[in-house]
Protein backbone atom coordinates (compact mmCIF):
# COMPACT_ATOMS: atom_id res chain seq x y z
CA UNK A 1 0.00 0.00 0.00
CA UNK A 2 0.92 3.55 0.35
CA UNK A 3 3.88 4.94 2.21
CA UNK A 4 4.46 8.28 3.42
CA UNK A 5 8.19 9.09 2.71
CA UNK A 6 10.14 8.64 6.06
CA UNK A 7 13.40 10.24 6.04
CA UNK A 8 16.38 9.58 7.22
CA UNK A 9 16.28 5.82 7.23
CA UNK A 10 18.04 5.69 9.77
CA UNK A 11 20.82 7.79 12.08
CA UNK A 12 23.66 7.26 15.00
CA UNK A 13 23.21 9.33 17.62
CA UNK A 14 25.44 10.34 20.51
CA UNK A 15 23.83 10.98 24.23
CA UNK A 16 22.68 14.49 24.44
CA UNK A 17 22.58 15.01 21.08
CA UNK A 18 19.09 16.28 19.09
CA UNK A 19 18.09 14.26 16.67
CA UNK A 20 15.73 14.94 13.53
CA UNK A 21 13.37 12.83 11.54
CA UNK A 22 10.48 13.85 9.06
CA UNK A 23 8.10 12.66 7.00
CA UNK A 24 6.11 13.81 3.55
CA UNK A 25 3.25 13.02 1.70
CA UNK A 26 1.95 14.25 -1.39
CA UNK A 27 -1.63 14.16 -0.29
CA UNK A 28 -3.32 16.14 2.27
CA UNK A 29 -3.43 14.30 5.78
CA UNK A 30 -5.51 15.49 8.54
CA UNK A 31 -4.31 13.76 11.32
CA UNK A 32 0.31 12.81 12.10
CA UNK A 33 1.09 10.32 14.62
CA UNK A 34 4.28 9.63 15.56
CA UNK A 35 4.99 6.01 16.85
CA UNK A 36 8.54 4.16 18.69
CA UNK A 37 8.82 0.47 17.81
CA UNK A 38 11.37 -1.16 20.48
CA UNK A 39 12.62 -4.74 18.68
CA UNK A 40 10.18 -7.61 18.99
CA UNK A 41 7.46 -5.02 20.48
CA UNK A 42 4.67 -3.21 18.75
CA UNK A 43 4.57 0.14 18.44
CA UNK A 44 3.94 2.85 21.13
CA UNK A 45 1.76 6.22 20.16
CA UNK A 46 4.20 9.10 21.29
CA UNK A 47 2.42 12.19 20.01
CA UNK A 48 -0.72 12.88 17.81
CA UNK A 49 -1.33 16.13 16.00
CA UNK A 50 -4.87 17.17 14.22
CA UNK A 51 -4.31 20.55 13.28
CA UNK A 52 -2.12 22.05 10.71
CA UNK A 53 0.46 24.31 12.00
CA UNK A 54 0.39 22.35 15.33
CA UNK A 55 2.98 22.22 17.66
CA UNK A 56 3.31 19.12 20.17
CA UNK A 57 5.54 18.45 22.84
CA UNK A 58 5.58 14.92 24.93
CA UNK A 59 8.58 15.43 27.50
CA UNK A 60 11.78 15.35 25.06
CA UNK A 61 9.93 14.81 22.23
CA UNK A 62 8.63 17.31 19.83
CA UNK A 63 6.48 16.98 16.59
CA UNK A 64 4.57 19.65 14.33
CA UNK A 65 2.03 18.72 11.46
CA UNK A 66 2.83 20.61 8.78
CA UNK A 67 1.09 24.05 7.09
CA UNK A 68 0.76 22.06 4.08
CA UNK A 69 -1.38 19.47 5.77
CA UNK A 70 1.71 17.36 3.87
CA UNK A 71 4.66 16.75 6.55
CA UNK A 72 5.16 16.24 9.89
CA UNK A 73 8.73 15.92 11.54
CA UNK A 74 9.66 14.90 15.20
CA UNK A 75 12.55 15.97 16.97
CA UNK A 76 14.36 14.50 20.26
CA UNK A 77 16.20 16.55 22.34
CA UNK A 78 18.95 15.80 24.55
CA UNK A 79 19.02 12.12 23.67
CA UNK A 80 19.26 8.96 25.71
CA UNK A 81 20.50 5.85 24.82
CA UNK A 82 16.91 4.39 25.67
CA UNK A 83 16.21 6.83 22.78
CA UNK A 84 17.30 3.76 20.64
CA UNK A 85 14.82 2.22 18.38
CA UNK A 86 12.59 2.44 15.17
CA UNK A 87 10.27 5.86 14.75
CA UNK A 88 7.41 5.81 12.71
CA UNK A 89 5.13 8.34 11.40
CA UNK A 90 1.59 7.73 10.18
CA UNK A 91 -0.97 9.81 8.60
CA UNK A 92 -5.06 10.01 8.28
CA UNK A 93 -5.91 10.58 5.06
CA UNK A 94 -9.12 12.73 4.73
CA UNK A 95 -10.17 10.03 2.03
CA UNK A 96 -8.81 7.06 4.56
CA UNK A 97 -11.95 4.73 5.55
CA UNK A 98 -12.47 4.83 9.01
CA UNK A 99 -9.32 4.49 10.89
CA UNK A 100 -7.10 3.36 8.58
CA UNK A 101 -3.55 4.76 8.79
CA UNK A 102 -0.93 5.12 6.05
CA UNK A 103 2.63 4.44 7.70
CA UNK A 104 6.14 6.05 6.94
CA UNK A 105 9.28 3.79 6.12
CA UNK A 106 10.71 4.12 9.42
CA UNK A 107 13.77 6.01 11.03
CA UNK A 108 16.13 3.39 12.74
CA UNK A 109 17.81 5.44 16.01
CA UNK A 110 21.15 4.02 16.93
CA UNK A 111 24.19 4.72 18.94
CA UNK A 112 27.16 5.60 18.00
CA UNK A 113 29.76 3.15 18.41
CA UNK B 1 -5.11 3.02 29.92
CA UNK B 2 -5.73 1.94 26.03
CA UNK B 3 -3.87 -1.39 26.75
CA UNK B 4 -3.64 -3.98 23.81
CA UNK B 5 -2.90 -7.25 24.57
CA UNK B 6 -1.53 -10.32 21.98
CA UNK B 7 -1.40 -14.16 22.77
CA UNK B 8 1.05 -15.81 21.58
CA UNK B 9 3.84 -13.91 21.37
CA UNK B 10 5.90 -16.55 19.66
CA UNK B 11 4.57 -19.36 17.85
CA UNK B 12 6.27 -22.09 16.06
CA UNK B 13 4.28 -24.34 13.87
CA UNK B 14 4.53 -27.17 11.05
CA UNK B 15 4.04 -26.31 7.33
CA UNK B 16 0.28 -26.80 6.53
CA UNK B 17 -1.25 -26.22 10.13
CA UNK B 18 -3.50 -23.18 11.38
CA UNK B 19 -2.48 -20.97 13.80
CA UNK B 20 -4.61 -18.75 15.80
CA UNK B 21 -3.42 -15.27 17.19
CA UNK B 22 -6.22 -13.75 19.58
CA UNK B 23 -6.09 -9.70 20.35
CA UNK B 24 -7.32 -8.14 23.18
CA UNK B 25 -8.08 -4.66 24.45
CA UNK B 26 -7.53 -4.70 28.17
CA UNK B 27 -9.28 -2.05 29.38
CA UNK B 28 -11.62 -0.51 26.55
CA UNK B 29 -14.16 -1.57 23.98
CA UNK B 30 -12.53 -1.30 20.49
CA UNK B 31 -15.52 -1.47 17.84
CA UNK B 32 -12.86 -1.52 15.46
CA UNK B 33 -9.41 -3.57 15.42
CA UNK B 34 -6.85 -3.77 12.57
CA UNK B 35 -4.45 -6.72 11.31
CA UNK B 36 -0.99 -5.34 10.41
CA UNK B 37 2.02 -7.76 9.30
CA UNK B 38 5.78 -6.50 9.27
CA UNK B 39 8.72 -7.96 7.63
CA UNK B 40 12.05 -7.88 8.99
CA UNK B 41 13.42 -4.32 8.80
CA UNK B 42 10.14 -2.82 6.96
CA UNK B 43 7.38 -1.33 8.01
CA UNK B 44 3.64 -1.83 9.31
CA UNK B 45 1.52 -3.57 5.92
CA UNK B 46 -2.46 -3.72 6.99
CA UNK B 47 -4.20 -6.55 5.94
CA UNK B 48 -7.24 -6.52 7.04
CA UNK B 49 -9.35 -4.23 9.46
CA UNK B 50 -11.92 -6.02 11.77
CA UNK B 51 -14.83 -4.67 12.95
CA UNK B 52 -17.18 -6.09 15.66
CA UNK B 53 -20.32 -7.77 14.50
CA UNK B 54 -19.66 -7.97 10.88
CA UNK B 55 -17.11 -8.77 8.34
CA UNK B 56 -13.48 -8.13 8.22
CA UNK B 57 -12.53 -6.17 5.28
CA UNK B 58 -9.43 -6.90 3.69
CA UNK B 59 -6.53 -4.91 1.69
CA UNK B 60 -5.93 -5.79 -1.90
CA UNK B 61 -3.62 -8.53 -2.38
CA UNK B 62 -4.59 -10.16 1.01
CA UNK B 63 -6.48 -13.59 0.93
CA UNK B 64 -9.35 -13.65 3.02
CA UNK B 65 -9.44 -17.67 3.00
CA UNK B 66 -5.82 -17.75 4.42
CA UNK B 67 -6.31 -15.13 6.88
CA UNK B 68 -9.68 -15.41 8.80
CA UNK B 69 -10.91 -12.89 11.09
CA UNK B 70 -13.36 -12.85 13.67
CA UNK B 71 -14.08 -9.91 15.97
CA UNK B 72 -16.70 -11.85 18.17
CA UNK B 73 -16.82 -8.79 20.75
CA UNK B 74 -15.64 -5.34 21.80
CA UNK B 75 -12.62 -6.39 23.08
CA UNK B 76 -11.43 -9.50 20.95
CA UNK B 77 -10.25 -10.12 17.46
CA UNK B 78 -8.76 -13.72 16.17
CA UNK B 79 -6.70 -13.65 13.56
CA UNK B 80 -5.99 -17.38 12.08
CA UNK B 81 -3.31 -18.26 9.36
CA UNK B 82 -4.87 -21.42 7.71
CA UNK B 83 -3.00 -24.00 5.90
CA UNK B 84 0.56 -21.97 6.74
CA UNK B 85 3.59 -21.84 4.99
CA UNK B 86 7.24 -20.77 5.74
CA UNK B 87 6.53 -17.77 3.86
CA UNK B 88 3.85 -16.88 6.29
CA UNK B 89 6.47 -16.35 8.96
CA UNK B 90 6.50 -12.65 9.84
CA UNK B 91 5.45 -10.30 12.87
CA UNK B 92 1.80 -10.01 13.07
CA UNK B 93 0.54 -6.88 15.14
CA UNK B 94 -3.29 -5.70 16.14
CA UNK B 95 -3.81 -2.22 17.13
CA UNK B 96 -7.67 -1.04 18.74
CA UNK B 97 -9.18 1.96 18.34
CA UNK B 98 -10.51 3.75 21.64
CA UNK B 99 -13.95 5.50 21.33
CA UNK B 100 -12.40 8.27 23.50
CA UNK B 101 -9.30 9.02 21.51
CA UNK B 102 -9.82 7.73 18.31
CA UNK B 103 -6.33 6.49 17.81
CA UNK B 104 -4.75 3.09 17.05
CA UNK B 105 -3.04 1.48 19.80
CA UNK B 106 -0.98 -1.96 19.33
CA UNK B 107 -0.91 -4.76 20.77
CA UNK B 108 3.17 -6.23 21.53
CA UNK B 109 2.86 -8.52 18.35
CA UNK B 110 3.12 -12.05 17.74
CA UNK B 111 5.84 -13.87 16.19
CA UNK B 112 5.32 -17.03 14.04
CA UNK B 113 7.63 -18.93 12.40
CA UNK B 114 6.69 -21.68 10.24
CA UNK B 115 8.64 -24.32 9.59
Known amino acids: GQQLNQSPQSMFIQEGEDVSMNCTSS?????WLWYKQDPGEGPVLLIALYKAGELTSNGRLTAQFGITRKDSFLNISASIPSDVGIYFC?????????????FGGGTRVLVKP | GAVVSQHPSRVICKSGTSVKIECRSL??????MFWYRQFPKQSLMLMATSNEGSKATYEQGVEKDKFLINHASLTLSTLTVTSAHPEDSSFYICSAVTALENEQYFGPGTRLTVT
Open chain 2, 27 to 32: DFQATT
Open chain 1, 27 to 31: SIFNT
Open chain 1, 90 to 102: AGRSIKAAGNKLT
